[in-house]
């Protein structure tokens, strides 16, 4: 078994996690970031031991310890460099923090990454050795696993699939881009596009729906309304699906990889998504590079936080096994 | 000392490599394809063997035969699938028909693959992990190192940077897309595009050079009116450089590589296109991981199709070492 933990800016979650992908012992703390360093660690790790003797009194014998956390983590060191859900945190060495408090091997990875580890552990991509992960959440997210291991880049950064530029003269992202994926597949992008549609003077049912207050509107409402045939939340999502097969066809003629699998919120949305997604990758990727590619949203529903944290500490050990 | 043959369509060339790059009895036949499969591969073995008698004389110990074809090649049995150089060649088991014939390990690898392996090997790659290297040539070839070895993708067929989406409403490819980048920084695209903008009524000075006769145009001849100043001219080879910028970006942003290396014909315009790709490549990249990644000029010149295919020896009996 595995202690995984989804570190989060709200609450962090901790379970622990058998090689079936089971979640034993599911035990979820609010954060509190504004009490400061020291204190958030000391919460989280009392947690973690806690889940640790609850598995041990049963018998389970633990291996290790994964957080995954949102920003930039340098794995090596397990570091926290930055993260938007900690804006106080700043190098944070959280593995040598956490390994001086807990008996067991810490590895720290971002949550991008934890996603990838969890569906290759126990997840759509167990059997695969070659995959990318695609997140549609807020941001596009993404993680590359290639040979049956991730590809973190040169500086630990790499799998940044959401900053592809998929329309050159487009909208502009927040890296300071334009036309990025994220900035036509993100959720956000979805509710962003709708609004400058609707001030544009198109009409929708989502203001009905939101009584008239935009900043009420939801990726989830506008797909609710394509459901409903809303025409301009159709043209929206089906944009979205349209930008990204030209992102999965661009991934596949790059990597030529066995399997994408796509999660985030907007995965929600898979089934209007799928065939215009499919329909843009046939026209754009290699045939046969297209076919043996599987196209799949991602299986671990709300516990892939903690699957995939527990999944780092699982792919993280077998490194080390590797390198000796 | 690796022997590279360098399988072209028009002629074959053949050389014995030391692991400094330098390249020891030349010898170059043309290839013939016209005199069938057994004719065509008599001719190139007795070249290959004239070449490591020549170098067994002299005291060197050869440890491998690399061969590099353009086309579909399959690795791990070394048989070239199918080739734009051997239209009539279909599924030919190269390296076991070599194997029969020449005393020592025969590898077959793709062309843009050898080119790849030969920066790697001896090149401006050298000391690299992580790299991606690009052909400006009639289309856009890649290949992608990480970690040290090259990224051949599940089918074999990983590294088609230049058939990437860069603009959804582009011009359509020879692969059947729109807007890839083959369409916008190969050498035939310059040809081509300034083609087109001279049927829609542009004047240039390239016209004055090829005496009127469109088909006579080069992208050598592109390049010369740029540098002469032709306004046309400059325009096309500035939208090939932004173009060359944006792929640049999006590789960075994914793998988040070392190095980038661009080869190929159209690369000898390196000085015009190497400024404005970078300002591209800054204005789109991630700034650390556009920081981090060289942007380089292929380094072998002449010998890099040798070099590159005695490249695949050298990588293949290391991971033959590897997998032992």
Redesign the interface.
Known sequence: MFIGVDLGGTNTRVGAVNSSGQVFHRLSLPTRVNLGLEEVIGRIVSTILSVIEQSEKEGYQIKGVGIGSAGIIDIRTGTVVTSPNFPEWSQVPLKLIMENKIPYPVFVDNDANAFAYGEKWVGVGKNV??MVCITLGTGVG?A?I??G?L???????????G??????NGLRCN?G??GCLESYASASSVVRRIKLAIQSGRTTIVMDQVNGDQDKITSTIVYQAALEGDPLAKEIMEETAVYLG?GI???I??????LIVVGGGLANAWDMLYPITLAEVR????A??AQ??QIRKASLGDDAGIIGAAGIASFSLKEVAYAI
Chains 1, 2 share one sequence.
């Open positions: 050795q070659s993404g590359i290639l040979g291991r590809w973190h880049g040169f500086d630990g950064m790499a799998g940044e699939v900053h592809m530029t998929v329309q050159p890296c881009n334009y030209i066809a661009n991934l003629n790059l990597l030529n990889p066995e026209r754009r990727a290699f046969s590079l043996t590619a």
